[in-house]
Every structure is written in C-alpha cells, then in structure tokens.
C-alpha cells in the first residue's frame, strides 16, 4: 500500500510500505479522510521526534472497515469509524488498522510508553452515520480532545471565559464553551486576524488582536486586573516571548479572580513561560485532563467520542469553517506544501481526502486475507 513517510524533519514522501495485518481484536480500515494536526507538524519541523524514524503520520481519521477480527463486537464490515487515541502515527496510509473500544466495552489494558505516562492498547472508538461527510468526521478527534480537557475541568455557569488562541482547537472550544456549557461572555486572544473574526461568528463576544492591539490589551489588563475572568483555557502553541511586550498568558493570568481556573488543553512541542507568581498570589488552579489512562481510563474516552461524533453530526459544533484546504491523497507535492505551510495566512486544517472505493468492491476485500509480510507494529509505533 501506499504512505506518506516522514524520513526525517522536513523530508516526507509518498512511499510503498507493506498493509498492516488485522489481528483478533482489530479493524483493519481502509483510509477516507485524514486531517493534519499541529503534533503531526512538529514532528515535520523537528520540534517532536519519535522513538524512530520515519514513522506515517496522522491520527485525526476516518477510515471504513475491511476486515474486522473475530473478538470485535459493535464494527461491521463497512462501517466508516473514527477513533481518538492509542497512537498519533499510521493516518495517512491507504489502510491502517486499530483496536477499538466502544461504550461500555471491557477489555481495556494498558502499557507504560516512553513519553512518561500509561496509555491504552486500544482506540476509543465511534461508527459514523451515514449522512456525515468522512471530511467533517475526520475532526472527531481534535473534537474529543476538546471536550475531555471542558468536561473534566468544567467553568461554572455564567463564568467569564478568556480562551488563549484562535486555532482549530480553540474554536472548537469556543463553541462548546458557548453552545453546551451555558458560560459568560467569551474573550478570545490571538495574532491573526482572521482566525480572530472566525472566532467572533462561532460565538466569541470580544477579542484582541496580540499583533496589532497589545497597548489594548496592556490598557484592559491594568483596568480590569484580578476581578475580570473567573476561566481561562490555554490552547496556544509554543509562544516566544518578546521582553518588550507583556506575555499573553501572564496577561490572561492578570484577567483570572483569585481562585480562578488556568487550563491548559495541550502540551507545546518547546518548554513555555508561565507567571509562577499568578498562581500563588491569587492562588490559581493550574488544571489538565490525563492523558494517563490510570487518571483517566481509555473506557471513559469512548463516551467523550460518541458525543463529539454527534455533536458535529447535528451541527450543535460547525467543524466546516476549520477546514481551510483539501489535498487528494495522491498529490505529494499539495501534501508537502500542507505540511510546509501549516498555520501560514490563517490557514487551519488540511483534509488529505482518499478515492472512494465502491460498495461492491469493499463487499469483494471482507474476509479476504490482506497482503503484507511484517509483524504487527507495536501501539504507538508507525506502520
């Protein structure tokens, strides 16, 4: 099969690789729609770097069942599944398969990884419904992600919310934030205007624009210091700090009420600054969701996916406007650029789509034995 193989930072290609086997208890999905994430990013740009090189990127997928081994219950040949977890490699490759988990399935078993914390062997996972578009299916992912780090650390209703950044991420936030979880008014901070002006639409109710408006910023700060905000969410990647502007996150740490909540959604590919003294004049809390499935089992994600698919299946989240440019999968040189561009002009998500196979011939390849001669790739590893 074919797969785009990132050799080192910076040198990625389209490459022939053997199809991974499916075990007992996997579903061996044939691709449809893969999204890049900013972690698949930093390891194009050297800022992550795995075990070994070169791995297959992409975990933000959508991919139908071809084959599905004997202990799986819940996946039918030909289901379209999305999934959240056990591995950040392997998307973008024509197949790929997983270990799925569903709702209120058993089985769950852990290992301990080289990056510090417990993680599943499996996936959670969720079947798509018919009417929702594999494009739009494929930000399940970035969308469970958002609302494990809300759910678990909740705002109160009516709190006044500061989200840091206008990312993917970050206006998936605002939109749970304002649609679900019944809060304030919504500030939002970024550098693009753009991505600013979106974030209005989806909810936000005021906004600053770092580049152009810190003085602004700076002014509201010192007028509104410690009695503004009560919530903070931190979705902003690596952030180099300039000594001759106030820092963004010690400017929303100045908005935060003594006793306020800072949560930070994910961790930056470098080590960032935080204002230490914040937190303990005011007595902030500095709060996280687990990716340690000891804190936080993987069983538990299964139902923060189910709910992500269909909060995007009824429109309650518009995943549409996130989705800035779309590639064939066949295009090498459009994928290059997507990883090479990331970020730039405003530009969010890329949905690398995949040919659609017929019915009849996804019915032919069920309980047909799938070519490839190498072991089953460890979780966590590429394909």
């Not at 989200?163 to 500030?187: D, Y």
């Not at 209005?200 to 624009?209: I, V």
């Amino acid at each position: 099969m074919r797969a785009y193989s990132l050799l080192a930072p910076g040198l990625i290609d389209l490459v022939e690789v053997p199809e991974p086997p499916c075990g007992d208890d996997e579903v061996l999905l044939r691709t449809e729609a893969v999204s890049l994430c900013s972690t698949d990013v930093s390891y194009f740009r050297g800022h992550l770097r795995p075990e070994s090189w070169p791995i297959v990127p992409g975990h933000e997928y959508v991919g139908r069942a071809v084959e599905v081994g004997r202990s799986v219950t819940g996946i039918a040949p030909g289901d379209r599944v999305v999934y959240w977890g056990q591995t950040d490699f392997g998307g973008m490759a024509e197949y790929r398969a997983i270990r799925p988990l569903l709702p209120n399935q058993p089985g769950e078993t852990g290992w301990y990884t080289e990056r510090g914390f417990y993680d599943a062997h499996q996936a959670a996972a969720a079947v798509v419904p018919d009417g929702l578009p594999s494009r739009l299916a494929m930000l399940v992912e970035p969308l469970t992600s958002v609302l494990r780090c809300l759910l678990v650390n909740p705002p109160k209703p009516g709190d006044v919310c500061v989200v840091l950044g206008c990312g993917p991420s970050a206006l998936l936030a605002v939109q749970v934030l304002r649609n679900l979880m019944g809060v304030g008014p919504i500030v939002v901070l970024d550098k693009d205007s753009g991505r600013i002006a979106l974030a209005r639409t989806l909810g936000a109710d005021l906004s600053f624009d770092t580049s152009t408006q810190s003085d602004e910023l700076d002014a509201f700060v010192r007028e509104h210091h410690d009695h503004f905000a009560d919530y903070v969410v931190d979705a902003l990647p690596h952030v180099s700090t300039d000594t001759t502007r106030t820092d963004v996150r010690e400017s929303a740490m100045g908005l935060l009420r003594p006793d306020g909540t800072y949560v930070v959604y994910g961790a930056t590919a470098l080590p960032q600054q935080i204002s230490t003294w914040h937190l303990l004049a005011k007595g902030l809390r500095l709060l996280a969701t687990p990716f340690d499935v000891r804190a936080f089992p993987m069983t538990r994600t299964t139902h923060i996916t189910r709910t992500a698919l269909g909060l995007i299946a009824d429109g309650v989240v518009d995943v549409e406007p996130l989705i800035t440019d779309t590639v064939a999968f066949t295009d090498v040189q459009g994928v290059r650029a997507a990883f090479t561009d990331y970020g730039a002009n405003g530009g969010m998500k890329s949905s690398l789509l995949f040919t659609p196979v017929l019915p009849s011939l996804i019915a032919q390849s069920v309980g047909a034995p799938v070519a490839g001669t190498v072991a089953s790739a460890p979780v966590g590893a590429a394909l």
